[in-house]
């Protein structure tokens, strides 16, 4: 079977300004993907590119098979961020609308539209305009519109800003469901947590180039475990120490000190751990955290950042 | 196809929906019934006017100028001159001087003062000199009351005429039979069903320039819709959604035809508030109008315009609309068209009196004022070379218009930020797609 979306070289210019350089990466069927990316890395042209609102300007780009993006109407659901319905609509008119754009007939649209809202705890908004509906419902209805004619691929731009937590876990739930169904996600967004908790595989950009394309446990492991010492310390009581690299110092209550350091790719966890209790020191607490995607994120944008500086100045 | 009318009815129904295009479908008859109206009510409510006279060449102009001041006006205008004056004696006299008297009722009309009965003075008319050769010194409250100067003057004249023609031998009845002559004229026009011109003969002009407003007024207010809910999807990103689902020509050709449904609401409510109306007052003149629209091709002249110029400014709106997210934007760019498109409201009421005329003719030309300046020419039964000519201008510029909207219209829907026009340059040309 075709991948669901499969870039190869992708570059879109505008004039003179680069928005996507040399992209290349797949996502197979029924998969959560997260685009992930800090602002301007090149992740909405990507999705427009996905979409066929915008053309590459070279290279090839694939979505379930068809290389034309806009034969894929209703085989594709598209949620942008911000806003994106009717404020005068009433719930059930706005999902089914775009529904019967996608193609689905106008009884049935109604229908799966009433359906959709009441299996996601929205009965009340069926009947009420967008307008009169809170952030978190209409963000939900919205995604139910671009989802109630059962889409292959879903692409969602930025989802989860601007809800809170108790919409963020509703919204997550939504697109699990999605996969669970056999639908493809993908969605952009600038929360790690949301990346971390649900996606299989993440593609990270930066400045208009792909650094990381992988699963979020590959992600994590690009970035160094982190030793995190508390206690009456000096800023640097853990210099010197074998494996561990240069400490970040911070005051926390009662005088007391936070120190953190990466441990080295290659070092040994126990054998930094003894040199610092062979130091003898006033600790009251004494951590190994594992890397978050987070730390990926920053780690590898930062990187992205100074390779890019590097380019320029060479 | 059947997006299109999805996108048409959804278009069509969040209009017709809102309270507000009820109300301004409503207001729109009413405000013209109070513009026709306004002036023979503000002449009826208002009071009479005060007039003091004071006559210094012996009181032989007291009663003539009495008469045409008093006298009720058959066809009222505005002013002092279109309602009968009530004359009151001059407070405060008798004045030695034309300029003493003037002096001392100025404040009078001022309102400084009142007169015995607690009233001021609206007009103060003093006539002067010899006799035979009269002067007025005629003073207003307001500045502007031509009427009542000329209604003076004629009575002034009148009365030296009637003077100097006893004077010659004349008798009064001959004077009379002089006064009372009116020439027997009879106007005829080929164009005349009978020869022989007749109010009923000026109907089809009147009915062109009615049809040429009514086409002005929906086809700006239809391109007003489409502009207003291009900019709302475009701010709220509705308009991306929309491209994922439906073509660019799917998108402009729903909008378009729900926007003429709106117009085409409107258009039946009036006509059947305008039917109802003429027909509860003036039944004949409802036969007459209906006679007219269906004997003299307007309903032909009324289609090809309203299309052509719809979708004229329909298709340019909308477009426009894609590359703004306020309507301050759209305001900015539009307002040199606006300001353009007053230029066809003045030279329709010339279509009345001077169909034929040359810079008429010309103006029929520029396609942005065909539909409404042939329309309103259509009783004049212009030329068929001009009818085809014009049209054919008018949908060139259509084909054009929509040529450019299916290439700029994606780019403008997808761009951020304020208009750009190397971005809708760039649409055009299809070099760019900046975002």
């Known amino acids: 079977m075709d991948p669901a979306l499969k870039l190869d070289g992708v570059t879109k210019r505008y004039g003179g300004f680069t928005a996507v350089r040399d992209l290349s990466f797949e996502v197979k069927r029924g998969v959560i993907l997260g685009f992930l990316g800090p602002n301007g890395a090149g992740k909405t042209t990507t999705l427009r590119m996905t979409l066929g609102l915008v053309t590459p300007t070279s290279g090839s780009l694939q979505v379930l098979g068809e290389t034309d993006g806009r034969r894929l109407k209703g085989r594709v659901g598209f949620l942008p961020e911000e806003r994106g319905l009717y404020r005068r609509m009433t719930g059930v008119s706005a999902i089914a609308f775009f529904a019967q754009l996608k193609g689905v007939p106008r009884p049935e649209a109604r229908r799966k539209a009433r359906q959709l809202l009441c299996d996601n705890g929205l009965a009340e908004a069926a009947d009420r305009q967008i307008r009169m509906l809170s952030k978190g419902m209409a963000q939900k209805v919205q995604l139910l519109s671009a989802i109630a004619h059962e889409p292959e691929l879903v692409i969602l731009d ?26 493809t996600v993908i969605f952009s967004t600038h929360v790690m947590q949301h990346a971390e908790r649900i996606c299989d595989q993440v593609v990270l950009m930066a400045k208009g180039r792909k650094v990381f394309d992988g699963t979020v446990a590959e992600a994590c492991a690009a970035a ?24 970040t110092s911070e005051l926390i209550d009662g005088g007391r000190m936070r120190l953190t350091s990466a441990l080295a790719g290659n070092a040994s966890a126990p054998a930094a751990l003894k040199a610092v209790f062979d130091r003898d020191l006033e600790i009251t ?9 987070h730390d990926a994120f920053i780690m590898l944008t930062e990187r992205a950042g100074s390779c890019a500086l590097d380019g320029a100045h060479a | 196809m059947s997006r299109l009318l999805t996108i048409a009815v959804r278009e069509y129904l969040a209009f017709v929906r809102t309270v507000g295009f009820w109300l301004s479908i409503c207001l729109m008859p009413m405000g013209l019934l109070i513009a026709i109206f306004a002036t023979t009510m503000s002449a009826k409510v208002a009071p009479a006017p005060q007039v003091a006279l004071l006559d210094f060449t012996g009181g032989a102009y007291v009663k003539p100028l009495t008469d045409a001041i008093t006298a009720p006006d058959a066809s009222p205008t505005s002013g002092l001159a279109g309602r009968p004056a009530i004359m009151v004696a001059a407070p405060g006299g008798p004045y030695a001087t034309p300029d003493a008297a003037a002096a001392a009722l100025k404040p009078y009309l001022v309102g400084d003062r009142k007169t015995p009965a607690g009233a001021h003075l609206d007009a103060v008319a003093i006539v002067h000199g010899s006799p035979a050769d009269p002067q007025l010194d005629l003073w207003t ?30 008798t009064q009845d001959r004077i009379s039979a002089i006064d009372a002559y009116a020439p027997k004229v009879a106007h005829f026009s080929p164009k005349s069903e009978a020869g022989r011109v007749s109010q009923r003969d000026n109907l089809p002009a009147f009915v062109g320039l009615a049809l040429g407003f009514v086409l002005y007024a929906l086809t700006l207010t239809g391109a007003g819709i489409l502009l207003n809910s291009v900019i709302e999807e475009k701010s709220n990103r509705i308009l991306e959604v929309l491209l994922t689902s439906a073509s660019v020509p799917e998108i402009i050709g729903g909008k378009i035809l729900g926007a003429a449904m709106v117009t085409a609401s409107a258009m039946c409510v009036w006509a059947a508030v305008a039917g109802f109306g003429l027909f509860s007052r003036d039944p004949h003149l409802l036969g007459d109008i209906l006679g007219v629209l269906a004997r003299h091709g307007f309903g032909f002249y009324f289609a090809l315009y309203f299309v052509g110029g719809y979708l004229m400014y329909a298709t340019l709106f909308t477009t426009i609309g894609a590359f703004c997210e306020t309507p301050r934007e759209a305001q900015t760019l539009l307002g040199p068209l606006m300001i353009i498109l007053t230029i066809p409201l003045v030279f329709m009421g010339q ?10 003719q010309a103006m029929s030309w520029i396609p942005f004022f065909t539909p409404f300046l042939m329309v309103a020419r259509a009783a004049s039964n212009p030329p068929l070379w001009q009818v085809a000519g014009t049209a054919a201008m008018m949908f060139g510029l259509t084909a054009v218009e929509v040529w450019i909207a299916g290439r700029a219209f994606r780019t403008g829907a997808l761009a951020s930020g304020r208009f750009d026009l190397r971005l809708l340059l760039a649409g055009v040309t299809g070099r760019g797609e900046r975002v």
Not at chain 1, 159 to 180: C, K, M, T, W, Y
Not at chain 1, 225 to 242: F, I, K, M, T
Not at chain 2, 146 to 160: E, F, R, W
């Open chain 1, 158 to 183: 930025e989802p989860f800003s601007g809800l809170d937590p108790v919409n963020q876990q509703g919204l997550e739930s939504i697109i699990r469901g999605l996969a669970r169904n056999g639908s």
């Open chain 1, 224 to 247: 160094p475990r982190r030793l995190v010492v508390e206690g009456a310390l000096a800023p640097d009581a853990l210099s010197g120490a074998p494996g561990l690299g240069p400490a």
């Open chain 1, 285 to 293: 607490r004494l951590e190994l955290e594992e890397p978050h995607l």
């Open chain 2, 141 to 170: 409250r307001n500045i502007i009351e031509a009427g009542l100067q000329a209604k003076m003057t004629d009575a002034i004249a009148g009365a030296v005429r009637h003077a100097q023609l006893s004077a010659a031998g004349l």
């Open chain 2, 351 to 360: 279509a009345v009196s001077h169909p034929d005329a040359p810079a008429l």
